[in-house]
């Protein structure tokens, strides 16, 4: 998959259950318009999601299961339930929430990363952080790549937008860390999209800002209010 | 329908056949991912898409039948057939090419819209124009409200932008007749509805760039290009 997306577009196509547009079918043709756009890749949540994604387009999908649990607030793919999940959705990569914070019934990250590896070999892993030690704790732990999903998403980094500063976040990880950085969150404008290629970002991740039409349209009338 | 626009977001939700997205029902989920994002109005093609939309949200609708003519490039509410249609969708508003082109078999427009008065007195009338003439014509002829619909999208007009020369023929149109005037048509980017909205429209419709997902991606993958 990381062949595919080098210099490219992905196009998250997600809609939980209390979006508008929750819908298997729906994320299908999300998928296809983004193909026909020009995406390289798609990340997707749910099994079914991404089963219904690869009947409709012939594009690498980076697989994440999101759901919660009551122990603790990782919730991308915080347990071995959704790594089998995942590997029987036939998705290319799997990407995982790779923050320090404590995931459901303790389970230790490096022993999530060994279950998937041990399991399925060729399967690609994409670790998402939300600060500069993860991204370096997460080369240590032998993921493909590194993507800044969470930056702005944890207690720690709450507040946060991975454009702050010019992306100065993005440039720090850049600088420490010697796997694919794929830029995520928060790229909402083609502009920002460009900027962070620019600054070196191997691939950028760009979700809400096509797929979700709730969110762009908040971000009109929020204009005029 | 005027009431509930005026100062307000309209979403146009549209996916023609040939679209990736085409199907009445995601363009019902679209408007409702609209209504939740706070559109005031949906402006939408077809009787099929138009009563699933109805069904979804309770948002008043603008309706549009696009047909291809052999002998016309109106293609935007041309003749007869596609009122009577829309009379039947229930849609609060009918819009119309309001060009000063010719129509299928040579209808005139003041005919059409005597039509639709004489059927239907209480549904509203929204004159698509792409000339400052046609604006002015489109008020002589009775028309509820005027859009910029299709400015850029005729042999006169083509390749103008709306937003070309900051709102220009916006302006000129605003300064020039007394009804409503809805800014349509290129309206990309929340800072341009923004701006469209201070110069006095009435109201605007933006579309693509909140409803057409393979259209926002090709403008990320374009920067790159």
Redesign the interface.
């Known amino acids: 998959m990381l062949e595919n997306i080098k ?3 992905i ?1 998250s196509c997600q809609a939980l259950p209390d ?3 929750h ?1 298997s ?2 994320m299908s ?2 998928a ?3 193909l ?4 390289k890749g798609i990340r997707a949540n749910s099994k079914e999601d991404i089963i219904e994604i690869k009947k409709e387009v012939d594009l690498p999908v980076v697989g994440i299961v999101k759901r919660d649990y009551e122990d603790s607030s990782v919730f991308i793919t915080a347990t071995y339930k959704e790594i089998d999940e995942l590997m029987e959705s036939d998705c290319e990569m799997i990407a995982m929430d790779a923050t320090n914070r404590k995931r459901p019934n303790n389970i230790e990250l490096a022993e999530l990363v060994s279950y998937t590896r041990e399991k399925n070999s060729t399967i690609q892993l994409m670790a998402d952080i939300a600060t500069l030690d993860e991204a370096v704790q997460a080369e240590q732990l032998g993921f493909d790549c590194i993507s800044t999903t969470l930056h702005g998403y944890t207690e720690i980094t709450k507040g946060k937008k991975l454009y702050h500063d010019d992306f100065k976040f993005l440039k720090d990880v850049l600088e420490n860390v010697n796997i694919p950085i794929i830029a995520e969150g928060n790229v909402i ?3 920002m ?2 900027r962070c ?1 620019e600054l070196g970002a191997y691939s950028s991740v ?1 979700g809400g ?16 209010e």
Chains 1, 2 share one sequence.
């Open positions: 210099g490219n577009l196009v979006e508008p547009l819908s079918f729906i043709k999300m296809l318009a983004a026909e756009g020009g995406a404008t083609p502009e999209y460009k290629m760009v800002a096509i797929t979700r039409p709730k969110e762009i349209t908040k971000r009109f009338v929020g204009m005029m």
